[in-house]
């Protein structure tokens, strides 16, 4: 299960130095100039009805740059006051506020009530997040069809924990049929969007020959670009992936060593590409 990031997302604003340099796979490239998120100008903007900014403002108090500590009473104003004004990425938010219980106290239907808000205006990243709460029985009563649904929608909507998430279910067979082959499928995309659990799925499958014909040295390709895009905080999932990654080098010849390297460069080349953001537009997980 991947499903709800256990951190906000801070946009990359700005000369800040407090700022994080980490990126986290639903970071999206922004345009220099794009007023919505120049640091100097987000309150004017805000006071202005501009809700880009509004949410924008609330990912700063919630990360606390710029501030002592974070402070997510005052996030949490600011993502309400953007929900007011119809934005699904702030009601987005304001679930992640009360699945992680950061403010408030935590409440998993309170998450899927303003979810399904984020949802119903097409918020991909919600929909994935409410296949999350039916998958493990948060707020609602567990259910693997609706699981398999709302990650669907949510994949079909382009978010790539939700296809990372139509892959698990395949390969476990919940919801649907076990098939590795659809599973393989899902995680292929998933990876493309930089989704560094599918990258470790896809190599566990293409060393163990599932779905596709064993092949060593790009499973162990898969492993080593994996590790170039967890997240720092992802201490469990980095340690897991590289012990797989060493376990299995050990096994490759010198040949099959220099063509995984040579794989590797290769997939990093391809998902950086596809990574590639589109125009901005209302909907985008990352503003």
């Known amino acids: 299960m991947r499903a709800i990031l256990l951190t906000l997302l801070l946009l990359p604003l700005g000369p800040l ?33 501009d809700v880009r900014a509004m949410n924008n ?45 950061q403010g408030v106290e935590r409440d998993a239907k309170k ?8 949802a119903d205006l097409g918020n991909a990243w919600a929909m994935n997040n409410i296949g999350d709460l039916y998958e493990n029985g948060q707020g609602v009563a567990q259910d693997w069809d609706q699981a398999l649904a709302w990650y669907q929608r949510g994949a079909e909507g382009g978010d790539g924990l939700a296809m990372y998430n139509m892959g698990s279910l395949n390969e ?20 493309d969007r930089g989704i560094a659990y599918a990258m470790h799925a896809i190599g566990k499958l293409m060393e163990q020959g599932r779905g596709t014909p064993a092949d060593l040295p790009e499973a162990h390709a898969w492993y080593a670009v994996a590790a170039d895009y967890y997240l720092a905080v992802e201490k469990e999932e ?50």
């Open 17 to 49: 130095p407090a700022m994080a340099q980490e990126q986290e796979e639903s970071f999206t490239e922004i345009v220099p100039g794009d007023p919505a998120v120049d640091p100097n100008t987000l309150i004017a903007r805000a006071m202005r009805g």
């Open 57 to 101: 403002i609330g990912l700063l108090f919630a990360k606390g740059v710029g501030i002592k500590a974070p402070d997510y009473q005052e996030a949490m104003r600011w993502w309400k006051e953007a929900a007011k004004h119809g934005y699904p990425l702030a009601m987005n938010n304001i679930g992640l506020m009360y699945i992680n219980g």
């Open 111 to 118: 998450a899927h009530a303003w979810w399904q808000r984020a």
């Open 172 to 191: 476990r067979g919940k919801g649907t049929a076990q098939n590795d082959q659809e599973a393989l499928r899902w995680y292929s995309r998933a990876a």
């Open 238 to 287: 980095i340690a897991q992936n590289e012990q797989a990654r060493a376990q299995l080098e050990v096994r490759l010849t010198a040949d099959e060593r220099i063509r995984a390297q040579s794989v590797a460069v290769g997939l990093k080349t391809r998902i950086e590409s596809k990574r590639k953001p589109p125009a901005l537009n209302p909907d985008e997980r990352s503003t």
